[in-house]
């Protein structure tokens, strides 16, 4: 089994930044890709980023690239998502996810990871 423990979410105005942690514990070596997902009210969970916990290779939608990055720290077994340049539509509570295999053509689908963390609100104001 795998713990993952998010943190770092809060209230900001449009235009500011926050930077989640994910801290992962349990049985991290099996973990191949973490990644971010956020749902907002009324709407489905959908994919921000992940990276390959192995090489760093990262991935984002295109709702957030350019604004967001996702890192790890492989000593501390936490990713990081330093998000920038918020807009009151990132408004969601946003959730830590861990894959025991990168799934290239599906990383982006909730079927692709088995562990999930409690989920952090973020709320952006206009």
């Known amino acids: 089994q795998v713990q993952l423990v998010e943190s770092g979410g809060g209230l900001v105005q449009a235009g500011g930044s926050l930077r989640l942690s994910c801290a992962a514990s349990g049985r991290t070596f099996s973990i191949a890709a973490m990644g971010w997902f956020r749902q907002a009210p009324g709407k489905e969970r959908e994919f921000v980023a992940v990276i390959r916990w192995s090489g760093g290779s990262t991935y984002y939608a295109d709702s957030v690239k350019g604004r967001f990055t996702i890192s790890r720290d492989n000593a501390k077994n936490t990713v990081y998502l330093q998000m920038n340049s918020l807009k009151p539509e990132d408004t969601a509570v946003y959730y830590c996810?861990?894959?025991?295999?990168?799934?290239?053509?599906?990383?982006?689908?909730?079927?692709?990871?088995?562990?999930w963390g409690q989920g952090t609100q973020v709320t952006v104001s206009s």
């Open positions: 996810a861990a894959g025991p295999v990168f799934r290239s053509l599906a990383y982006d689908a909730d079927r692709s990871y088995n562990y």
